[in-house]
Nanobody, 124 residues
Framework: VQLQAFGGGLVQTGGSLRLSCAAS????????LGWFRQAPGKEREFVAA????????YYADSVQDRFTISRDNAKNMAYLQMNSVKPEDTAVYYC??????????????????WGQGTLVTVSS
């Protein structure tokens, strides 16, 4: 499956932004979908993931209750709604897909398909 993330941009602290991830491939619905981010000088980190049928979601502690991940398998799309953003949310955000079980939801090495990334900048 090929992925393309978009929707990043400049947002003020406390604001909202929605990232989208477009996928190609007929088996999109069978993949675990995740969002990861990488800030300058830091390692890539897990943000959120959603199971293949969308019934289970996972979040990093740092974004819990602020971000919401969702997917629309009929449209081959995934989303990350970002609310109450903070300067520390500034990063390049990547969507990724995995054929592994949900047990690997936060392990970047389990995700073999990656989008090109979209930059989110939160101004203070």
């Amino acid at each position: 499956v090929q992925l393309q993330a978009f929707g990043g941009g400049l947002v003020q602290t406390g604001g909202s932004l929605r990232l989208s991830c477009a996928a190609s491939g007929r088996t999109f619905s069978s993949y675990l979908l995740g969002w990861f981010r990488q800030a300058p000088g830091k390692e890539r980190e897990f943000v959120a993931a959603i199971s293949w049928i969308g019934g289970t979601t996972y979040y990093a502690d740092s974004v819990q209750d602020r971000f919401t991940i969702s997917r629309d398998n009929a449209k081959n799309m995934a989303y990350l709604q970002m609310n109450s953003v903070k300067p520390e949310d500034t990063a390049v955000y990547y969507c990724a897909a995995s054929r592994y079980s949900d047990s690997y939801y936060n392990d970047p090495s389990a995700f073999r398909s990656w989008g090109q990334g979209t930059l989110v900048t939160v101004s203070s």
